[in-house]
């Protein structure tokens, strides 16, 4: 996208940043929210350590409670 003075700006919106990743952890946060893994589970099946696994459901809540927060 050009602003007609020669600069390119890219498109920061939120479909442009939905990664791989990112949709790796949001596998790994519905699985763990249906009980149907344990956290070592999850750590082998997205072959990631389990401190992994532990930092992402953090940041999952850390989210969950700020959202909630600002919504009162």
């Not at 939120?14 to 750590?43: C, D």
Request: glycine content about 8%.
């Amino acid at each position: 996208m050009s602003n007609g003075h020669g600069r390119t700006f890219v498109c920061t919106s939120y479909a442009s940043r939905v990664t791989p990743t990112l949709i790796g952890y949001v596998r790994m946060l519905q699985q763990h929210q249906s009980g149907e893994h344990t956290i070592v589970g999850l750590a082998e099946l997205f072959s990631v350590s389990r401190a992994m696994v532990y930092r992402v459901l953090e940041r999952r809540k850390t989210t969950v409670s700020s959202s909630t927060r600002a919504g009162q």
